[in-house]
């Protein structure tokens, strides 16, 4: 950069340019000069700002660079780079113009020698991002109380018997069922796919641990499998994904409901610790009797006041004998009021009556008169109805069945009760009742003649 390619900035046109004006200058030619390269080297005096931004040094054995990457860029990283490690990292070229020293602003990052499975791992990650599976809202929550936690992993794996000592430490009360599968090597992404269908299948677990240890990209590649990533996604029980060590990231960690850095820290997250259930029990069995005293002495309270309004038997049926005598002085008050209305009635009612009776002296001869003739008519009547009452009786008492009986006769029934009237209504041998004038008889038909006329 020769010194006549300064003379279009104007601020170089000057006797005496400030510090600063010189730093914006000289920020404006490296930006301009330099375009977005690749550099590898070794990570040096790493530090993680509170802002999320990562500050660092990047060496070889000949020189240095001050390096930054923003927090928006290095959440997209997929580990967290540590001092001595050796990366590889895109980024432009600028002046850091409070202290005049030029530095790297990295956009990339990748572990050197890691190109073409990291940017396979970036790829896959950016389109799986793009598809919204790694959005927080549809992050299943993880069960406090899990009634079964399940595991998959290798069963030589360290990383099981790491969540199987801290699942003993933290909740021995909690099942466990292991889910067998390759967690490396050829066909271990199908057996992390077909461990994870079968734990879906049997529904037996609230919390899956997908868990293994700590290893190199290529070790790890399985959990970056875009189908089991899409499986994870689709799982119908809550996942806790624990891949590797802290600073390893892996597809599966990030489509999982909850990241943990160790398989360790897996287990932790996936229950509660025993003691703060039982902490949580003895809290609550406190507010319980708490509140059960509470409600006692309130009730308490309302059973003092209700017992204060109640008026006792022996008091209430002296009120209640007050109140009939009463209602008996005024009932006997009324009764002596309507009887003395009505003999006041009644005298009136006698008094005009009497006023308006005809005079009856003169009637009182022929009335008699009329008396005994009506009971000599009277006496008549009765002795011809008497007269009357005797024929009839004597007819009837010679039309009687039991007259008919005592002249010989006899009313013949058979075993239907129904009377006998005809030979024709009899048959040989048959059995009938006989009704006499005294008592009664059965016969048996021997034999049966047609009377001729």
């Known amino acids: 950069m020769a010194l006549g390619d300064q003379q279009k900035n104007s601020a170089l046109t000057r006797d005496i340019l400030t510090v600063s004006e010189l730093n914006q200058a000289v920020a404006r030619l490296l930006e301009d000069s330099f375009d977005v390269s690749w550099v590898r080297g070794e990570v040096s005096n790493f530090t993680p700002a509170a802002s999320g931004h990562w500050y660092f040094t990047l060496k070889d054995n000949g020189a240095s660079v001050r390096a930054v990457?923003?927090?928006?860029?290095?959440?997209?990283?997929?580990?967290?780079?540590?001092?001595?490690?050796?990366?590889?990292?895109?980024?432009?070229?600028?002046?850091?113009?409070?202290?005049?020293?030029?530095?790297?602003?990295?956009?990339?990052?990748?572990?050197?020698?890691?190109?073409?499975?990291?940017?396979?791992?970036?790829?896959?990650k950016n389109k799986l991002s793009s598809e919204g599976l790694f959005d927080a809202d549809i992050?299943?929550?993880?069960?406090?109380?899990?009634?079964?936690i399940g595991v998959i992993t290798s069963l030589s794996a360290a990383a099981l018997r790491d969540v199987l000592t801290a699942l003993e430490r933290r909740a021995p009360h909690v099942p466990i069922v292991i889910y067998p599968a390759m967690v490396q090597g050829a066909g271990s992404a199908l057996a992390l796919r077909q461990a994870l269908a079968l734990a879906n299948e049997r529904q037996e677990v609230d919390t899956i641990l997908l868990v293994r240890g700590g290893g190199s990209i290529e070790d790890l590649w399985s959990f970056n499998d875009e189908a089991l990533a899409r499986d994870i996604s689709a799982s119908l029980i809550p996942i806790v994904?624990?891949?590797?060590?802290?600073?390893?990231?892996?597809?599966?960690?990030?489509?999982?409901?909850?990241?943990?850095?160790?398989?360790?820290?897996?287990?932790?997250?996936?229950?509660?610790?025993?003691?703060?259930?039982?902490?949580?029990?003895?809290?609550?069995?406190r507010q319980l009797t708490l509140a059960i005293h509470r409600k006692l002495d309130r009730l308490s309270q309302r059973v003092d006041r209700v017992a204060a309004g109640v008026v006792s038997p022996a008091q209430r049926l002296s009120h209640q004998a007050e109140r009939l005598s009463s209602l008996v002085y005024r009932m006997l008050a009324a009764t002596q009021r309507y009887d003395q209305q009505r003999r006041t009635r009644a005298e009136r009612v006698t008094a005009r009556l009497m006023s308006q009776l005809p005079e009856i002296s003169s009637q009182q001869a022929s009335t008699q008169r009329a008396v005994t003739a009506l009971r000599a008519c009277a006496r008549r009547l009765q002795a011809m109805r008497v007269a009357r009452l005797s024929s009839l009786e004597a007819q009837l008492r010679a039309l009687s069945p039991e007259q008919t009986l005592s002249r010989g006769y006899a009313i013949v029934r058979n075993q239907k009760g129904e009377i006998v009237r005809s030979y024709l209504d009899i048959k040989l041998e048959e059995v009938l009742d006989l009704k006499l004038a005294t008592g009664s008889a059965s016969v048996q038909v021997q034999g049966l003649q047609k009377e001729e006329s």
């Open 69 to 124: 990457m923003f927090r928006s860029r290095a959440a997209a990283v997929g580990f967290i780079p540590k001092s001595g490690d050796s990366i590889e990292l895109k980024g432009r070229v600028t002046l850091y113009e409070a202290r005049g020293e030029y530095q790297i602003q990295a956009e990339q990052m990748r572990r050197a020698g890691l190109g073409s499975l990291f940017e396979a791992f970036l790829a896959l």
């Open 139 to 148: 992050k299943r929550p993880i069960a406090e109380y899990p009634r079964a």
């Open 241 to 285: 994904s624990g891949v590797g060590h802290e600073t390893d990231f892996t597809i599966a960690d990030f489509v999982a409901d909850l990241r943990a850095p160790t398989p360790t820290a897996a287990a932790e997250l996936a229950c509660t610790p025993r003691d703060v259930l039982m902490e949580r029990v003895t809290r609550a069995s």
